[in-house]
């Protein structure tokens, strides 16, 4: 599609807000499960050129304001596991201020990137867009959720208590919970639609998760779909079930890739996207000119450290990609 042809309620494909969230409290920090380190990737990303790649390469606009929040401000006194979740208020409190951030980029017609972070700042993105995109063109958002999970356990089918397991089931309102300070600040405005969701590249799902994909029709496509058709089809048929002209939210979990691209997550498994793969369905989106927002998440430059700059490399070329970089 040419530039011409961009539909009216696109952001201005020129205008990029930035957000850069440098959390990890959404995956555990147990002796079980010591993997610290997400927090960096924003730093990690921005240091090995992204923005400055944006504003020359990409001739892109940058509206960023300079920091890599930790929202240390936001940390509670206490955070007790509540329905198993692990650090709940914490979570809750920052992806409530990375959906205000992102709602404000969304709603002034930007293109939105959030560097993260754990897949738990979704809430934040997503939300943030759904609800801006409704005010701003009375228009629901698609996503296309680009990883190995499919991270829409509810805090009961859980079994790790992470909350970057579960994003997609508070998005969705497959999850819900009346305590403010506990996602309950997730409106109506900020969710997202079951219809609206399609997966590529899902290799890992837990039982739970399996059951909830199956009840509730969700578009899925698994590595097997993906070996199956080949990636060019699969976009097809991705884009095909969201249809033209609805506004796309891609969130982008650098885990979606084989971990000989992307061995500095925390969360890897084998058999996964090589990065051409990974780029291409960037590129697809591109291509639609219907991308409102992308999110890089699970980039964990100290785990692995040997693999930490393939991994920063493979994440930004999966955000040049998705801004249209490699389009002729
Ligand atoms: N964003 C991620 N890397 N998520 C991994 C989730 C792993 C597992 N399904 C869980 O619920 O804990
Ligand atoms: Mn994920
Ligand atoms: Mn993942």
Redesign the pocket.
Known sequence: MTSAAQPKFLPNRHDLGVVAVGFSGGQARTNSCPKPGVDAAPMALIEAGLIKQLEEDLEKKVTYDGKVHAYSELLPTEDPDYRGMKRPKFASAVTKEVSEQVYTHAKAGKLVVTLGG??SIAIGTVSGTAKAIRERLGREIAVIWV?A?A?I?TPET???G?I???PVAFLTGLATEDREDVFGWLKPEHRLSTKKLVYIGLR?I?KG?KKILREHGIKAFSMHDVDRHGIGKIMDMALGWIGSDTPIHLSF?I?ALDPIYAPST??AVRGGLTLREGDFICECVAETGSLIALDL??VNPSLDEQGASDTVRAGLSIVRCALGDTLL
Do not use: F
Request: proline share 0%.
């Open positions: 754990d897949h990883d999970h991270d356990n859980s079994d790790s992470n970057h397991g579960m890992d837990d998760e979990d885990d925390g969360t998440v699970e």
